[in-house]
């Protein structure tokens, strides 16, 4: 039960970048077409999973060790390590989605969202299975807003836009109300 | 002391391990590009100006060895670079048609009326928000450099009034077409001569009033074409580049001037087409 509740406040009520506001430099920069917005999100999927296993362990390494006060900068370079080897693994087994996220994977690097996952997993002090739960259900969480949102600027682009708000002024609007949608789950859990 | 070497301990193995492990990554998932890429990348201008329609060299260089793009896409480089790009492909270069932006409009300060002493910011949008231009015609060229200001070619430059393009120096980037407010400069040919200097699809007499050079419309050019190249198209004569033959009969006959050609093949058309109207008189007569 405790494993159902962390996901979907995960997902719904603490979405990174509805409630959050973790994340948005991928959320604006790659949610003009739902293809490479739903590529990205699955990149983001992959590294944040991942990214919460390795650095449950590293933690613990850390505190083995009695140096937890290094965590952001190991935390960093095991992200930075990770979205590296991501990048090279998309660019052999998938080349067009390589070609479409472009300069947005290596971005994934300076995400905040995956390293806010990977610190409010320390903080909030769960165990292996939760730690992991909680990383696929934030990334889930981004995948599904990033795809919401792009599907929606699908739509803006062939839409009756007043010029002024043409573009992404429009773009920030939207996110603004769809955060506020969001608020509309906190009495979920 | 333990705690730093604790620390630097520490975080360096982790450090060494990811290093290994990616580097063990970058030999498992290397990804072979191909060797055609650099070098036709090498071979493009480098200028990144977008000309093409892609992002920059690096993209078209790409897509052109993925065949996506023909080996003279790139219009700044011109005829060399195309058969460099055709070299390394293996293909023949086609002798590509090079396009010029081209000012379709002639009224400068003698020919065309204004309607108003524009004193605002000198930006031909800027103008155009204020009623539409300072010039009597709604057509024409502006004359403030809009165009000018992002060639970065220095190709345009500001004679009497209008926009004028030096068809040399023109590598066909396309900025200025996306600049002018009027949506005047079109592409032409770079060998074309005769080119119709006009926009206006307003009524004969409405023309006159407001332009020397406008076209009015008269049909003239239509009928004395004898390659069925010029068509008069909701008021405004239209020359398909494809059928003209540049033969200049139009530029002569034109009551207005509103169509341009070579100065010299003008004259030469006036002086045979003066013989042939005497010719023809003394026959009647």
């Not at chain 2, 409009?105 to 155009?128: P, T």
Request: net charge neutral; glycine share 10%; proline share 3%.
């Amino acid at each position: 039960m405790k494993i159902f509740i962390i996901l979907l406040s995960s997902i719904l009520v603490n979405n990174f970048v509805m409630s959050r506001f973790l994340g948005i430099c991928p959320f604006l920069g790659v949610s003009k077409k739902v293809e490479t917005a739903l590529g990205m999100g699955m990149a983001v999927t992959f590294v944040m999973t991942l990214a919460s296993l390795i650095t449950y362990f590293v933690q613990r390494l850390l505190v083995k060790l009695d140096i937890e006060f290094m965590q952001t900068i190991a935390f960093i370079l095991v992200i930075a390590s990770l979205v590296q080897f991501v990048e090279m693994v998309i660019q052999k087994m998938s080349p067009t989605l390589y070609q479409a996220l472009g300069v947005f994977l290596p971005l994934i690097t300076t995400n905040c969202a995956v390293l806010g996952v990977a610190i409010l997993n320390v903080q909030s002090d769960y165990g292996l299975v939760e730690t992991v739960i909680n990383g696929a259900g934030a990334a889930i969480g981004f995948t599904l807003a990033i795809v919401l949102f792009a599907g929606i600027r699908e739509r803006l682009e062939i839409s009756d836009v007043p010029a002024a708000f043409k573009g992404f002024p429009i773009a920030l609007i939207t996110a603004g109300l769809m955060s506020i949608a969001f608020l509309g789950f906190i009495g979920l859990v | 002391m333990n705690d730093i070497l604790k620390t630097v301990v520490g975080l360096g193995s982790m450090g060494l391990f990811f290093g290994v492990v990616l580097a063990y990554a970058s030999k498992k998932f290397a990804v072979e590009t191909d060797p055609k890429i650099e070098a036709i990348n090498n071979a493009l201008p480098g200028a990144n100006c977008g000309g093409c329609g892609l992002p920059g060299c690096a993209a078209l260089a790409q897509a052109i060895a993925n065949g996506e793009a023909a080996v003279n896409a790139c219009p700044v480089g011109g005829a060399e670079t195309a058969s460099a790009i055709a070299l390394i492909m293996g293909v023949q270069a086609d002798a590509a048609e090079k396009r010029v932006a081209h000012v379709i409009c002639r009224g400068d300060c003698n020919s065309a009326l204004q309607k108003a002493d524009y004193q605002g910011i000198h930006d031909c949008k800027a103008a155009v928000l204020a009623n539409n231009g300072q010039k009597a015609c709604s057509f024409g060229c502006l004359g403030f450099g809009t165009c000018k200001n992002v060639c970065d070619f220095d190709a345009i430059s500001i004679v009497d009034g209008i926009a004028v393009i030096d068809k040399e120096k023109c590598v066909a980037c396309g900025k200025c077409l996306e600049q002018c407010p009027k949506s005047i400069i079109k592409w032409v040919p770079y060998k074309q001569e005769v080119i119709v200097e006009c926009n206006s699809h307003e009524f004969g007499k409405d023309v006159k009033d407001k332009c020397k050079v406008g076209c009015i419309g008269c049909g003239i050019c239509q009928k004395v074409c004898p390659f069925d190249a010029v068509h008069v198209i909701d008021k405004l004569a239209v020359i398909d580049y494809v059928k003209c033959k540049q033969c200049h009969i139009c530029v002569v006959k034109c009551p207005t001037g509103a169509i341009s050609g070579n100065l010299e093949k003008t004259e030469k058309v006036r002086i045979a087409q003066e013989k042939k109207n005497a010719a023809v008189e003394k026959s009647n007569g």
